[in-house]
């Protein structure tokens, strides 16, 4: 028997089975035990533990911790009307039954436990220090089926030093699925270098972090602008700038660079999105500079002193080009196809002085309709006119029934990210009224949005923590109304307030990006 | 076959190179202390460590990742310059130990031969005194080395041929490494004889594929990088802390403590600014305008242009640091945190502690309190800086009673968009009555002056009224002459 085979056959022993029924039978009667979920944890992730050889001991050990914490079981001794202040804010968040664990925090905490427990009964048990950590499988199984579970949190600090029950809130499960994997960029905070940024996709369902590009695999230079065609993670592009740089195109697991420039007649492809059909991308190529304040609640203005239109078709290989979206009367950015692929939505701008006066700068989305078969856009359309409605409309995003814009509204310039004061806002493309929208934004940056595959989830990225790392929130879109956003689940919640790098350009995948590291950095040498 | 029984001569009265080398250890730890203090506390504000499993991870992506990580650490202790130079010497002598165990083994008698350990040490002192991270990789490969002499059977060492490879992957960088494994294949041909020697190309093949394996399972390695990348580790001329000297690091540090009388006066920068070094000059004319006599001594100086009062759009490790004084000097906080944050990024991690205590002070200097409590979490995760935090939180606390800025949303004051008068005639407008609008409108004026230019000159002369009716500074004064005398 090979090792491998060796440990597989222990794991499907009875001896593992007894180990895993008894925390189960623990669980259930909320015995308090510190260790307890980690020991959970271990016995539920099968495939982690495959990795280890000597299972058997590596049991016995858990065992063992499991009698000596046992021992040491603590109850709260008070009990409080109020809600417990936990990071990230999950009181009352609607999550989708497939997310992963919401693990949290209780700031300035020397111990927390927490019971989940769901509407059929069914309960989870953990503690940690100051935060707690739930084992995925187990948490799974808890929302699997479920409306809603009850979280009851108990906290030891200093003003509690018995410890405190808080009052139970509630995490509503939604009955509509989340796209498994995201994929977004991480980089420095917008500032003008870089060290290390990169591309990367995360699986949601658990907390599976891999690098879909790197710099180190482009000479170190900026990676930015990736697009995925109806999600499919065989289809997406990206740029890669610097040395050898250029546009990646990946079209049914192929994958190739493309010299937009080249083809374009001096105009590179910056912001992108590709058409349903995969045969077209539309770019917008921007000449992007940016100015910083000196003193000002903004940092940092991003602007573009010219910006064109052009569509790559991939089929013959070409770069159309239309005069009124390729001259210098206008300004264009952001394209956003609608999920027909009949319009092309996007930003528009009439030029003013920059960086100087950028209080004059606003944009509008206008859409046009897109010829499937040449590639040829029509009459222009205006969806939302800054002239009339006021501020800066940017990002247009369409929602998989085509019946929603969710779009980015700031009070003027070409890039809210860095605007404070940029929220999100929905448009009934039916109806052309407003819909509700502030449960999901803050007085902080919010922008960088896209919609889920099935049309019911929203997600974007926040300022609202700090003010100066984004990070990704996630928002249930019932078809009515937004619920409440939650932030981005992490295993550790601090690594949401620590990691010094800042997400953008946020997209849902329904699996992850397969590409060989040495494969995809040969295209750059 | 006369492997298996190797008996290996036993070193005996070494006494005196022990004494010797903890001899070259003491002075080697005195004089880099008392020669290089600042150079030290500069390599601890550059490095960056807390005890995080992202960091590690982090450090994954930066061949030799263990090493890497060591010395990272070791490097927060750098702050105090004897304990860097006493860790240096540490590393340093224990390569010659090492080195002089190794050729006591491999000579056997010959102990004269053993006086050859010195030799690494000695050139390692010399050329990577401020390279600690290459320290420790000879380190780490010459006890690699001692303990494969120390294996008598050809199994053993076959063993750990095959096992030096995946580990010291972690601890050497490559070309490193095949050093060590084409040695201990000389090892084996000397004590095993020719027909052992092939099974060393056993090691030889996972050096091969040991690259290629970390690139596609842990961290991709560049392939440029994957079995040379160890340009720079004997040049010393591609270090900044050597290259830089040690007195422009003082003047930097010095500068950070708002010294100015110190460096302009004791350290001579005056003088030395004025023979014309551009990077002291810089710093010379700082500490001029923090000291409020930039308009009385501007003319002193060997300046042309106003584009030497700092480094405009220039990104590198002198000139960020530069300018983020430079900015500090006329509280414009947000730019000296973008310096601030543009300086951490030249560095190998990504972030460097120097960096993130400027931005704790400069956040709280601005009211972003969660900016600040969140450089501070990442702080206290290192080991050497309890007191600050302690200490910022307490700021903090008192700022959060006092700060009560009205800072705009937008403001047309944008750092480097405009020339120097007049992004600092804009920035002005932005600061009261205050000092720092003086430096500002200051600034303004040298920069007209130095550019001939009369009727702007005037102007500012008169902006916001800095200067109404008061005696003008030498520099002011005499420029005023030369253009009412028509000389200009």
Known sequence: ?525 | MKSEKIVYSKSSNCKFYYVVVVALMLFFAIFTAMKFPYTYITMEGDSFWISTWDFWLLKLTITPALTNWIADYLMQFYRWPFVAASIEALALGSVALLAHAVFLRITGSKRHFAWLGLLPAILLGFYCTFNFSFLLQSFFFFVFLYVFTLIPSFKGKLLMGLLTVPIGFFLMHTPILLILVILQALLILKYHGVKKSPYWLLPLIMLYFAPIIYSQQLAFIPFEKRYAGWSGYFDPLTSHYTRDGENLKKIICLANEGRWEDILYREHLRSLGQRGNITLLHYALLAESALGTLPDNLLDYPIREENQFLYPHERNYISLQFNRLFYLNLGVFDEAFHQAQEYSLQMVNGDCFSSLRQMVDYSIEEGEWEVADKYLRILAKSSCHKKFVEERRETMEAAKKTIKKDIPLRADNFVGGYPLPIEMLRLARYYGDTPYRKKMVDYAICSYILRGDANSFLIALNAFNTYTEKELPRAYKTYKEKITTGNN
């Open chain 1, 1 to 525: 028997m090979k090792l491998r085979d060796y440990n597989r056959a222990f794991l499907r022993s009875s001896w593992y089975s007894g180990v895993k029924s008894g925390l189960l039978l623990l669980e259930k009667a909320q015995i308090n035990l510190a260790f307890c979920s980690l020991i959970r944890n271990f016995a539920a992730q099968k495939h982690e533990m495959e990795e280890f050889f000597d299972m058997q001991k590596l049991i016995y050990i858990a065992g063992l911790l499991f009698v000596l914490v046992a021992c040491s079981r603590r109850e709260a001794k008070e009990c409080s009307e109020a809600m417990p202040e936990i990071f990230p804010d999950y009181v009352g968040v609607t999550v989708p039954e497939n997310i992963c664990p919401m693990n949290f925090s209780v700031p300035e905490c020397e111990h927390v436990r927490a019971i989940v427990e769901n509407d059929r009964g069914e309960a989870l048990n953990v503690s940690g220090s100051d935060h707690v950590e739930m084992p995925v499988n187990r948490w799974h199984e808890l929302l699997k089926g479920a409306q809603e579970v009850k979280v009851t949190v108990s906290a030891w600090n200093q003003k509690h030093p018995d410890g405190v029950n808080y009052k139970p809130f509630t995490i509503n499960i939604a009955k509509d699925k989340i796209d498994p994997w995201i994929a977004y960029r991480l980089l420095p905070p917008g500032y003008e270098g870089w060290n290390h940024m990169g591309i990367y996709q995360r699986n949601i369902e658990c907390f599976d972090v891999e690098p879909i590009i790197e710099n180190s695999q482009n000479n170190n230079g900026c990676v930015n602008c990736h697009s995925f065609a109806n999600y499919s993670p065989r289809d997406f592009t990206f740029h890669a700038r610097g040395e050898n740089g250029g546009t990646i195109v990946m079209r049914d697991g192929k994958m190739w660079k493309v010299d937009i420039k080249a083809m374009s007649k001096g105009r590179h492809g910056s912001y992108n999105i590709w058409h349903p059909s995969k045969r077209y991308i539309a770019f917008s190529s921007n000449s992007t500079h940016q100015s910083f304040y000196g003193e000002s609640k903004n940092k940092i203005e991003v602007y573009d002193l010219w910006s064109d239109l052009i569509v790559y078709d991939i089929d013959n290989e070409e770069v159309l080009q239309d005069e009124r979206f390729t001259d210098s009367l206008n300004l264009e950015i952001f394209p956003s196809f609608s999920p027909d692929g009949k319009w092309l939505y996007f930003s528009t701008a009439h030029p003013v002085n920059m960086p100087m006066e950028t209080d004059k700068l606003h944009y509008s989305i206008v859409r046009v309709p897109f010829d499937t078969e040449t590639g040829k856009l029509g009459a222009l359309d205006t969806v939302y006119s800054a002239y009339e409605r006021g501020g800066t409309a940017l990002m247009p995003r369409i929602s998989p029934d085509g019946r929603y814009m969710l779009f980015s509204l700031g009070e003027c310039g070409a890039f809210n990210l860095y605007h404070t004061e940029s929220d999100l806002k929905m448009m009934d493309l039916d109806t052309g009224e407003m819909v509700e929208t502030d449960i999901i934004n803050s007085p902080r940056m919010e922008s960088f949005h896209v919609w889920s595959s099935n049309g019911r989830w929203v997600m974007y990225v926040t300022k609202r923590f700090d003010g100066r790392y984004t990070r990704v929130m996630l928002a249930y879109w019932d078809g009515k109304r937004f619920h409440k956003p939650f932030l981005l689940p992490q295993k550790d919640p601090e690594d949401n307030t620590q990691l010094l790098m800042a997400y953008n350009v946020v997209e849902f995948i329904t699996g992850p990006v397969i590409v060989s590291r040495d494969e995809m950095a040969k295209l750059f040498k």
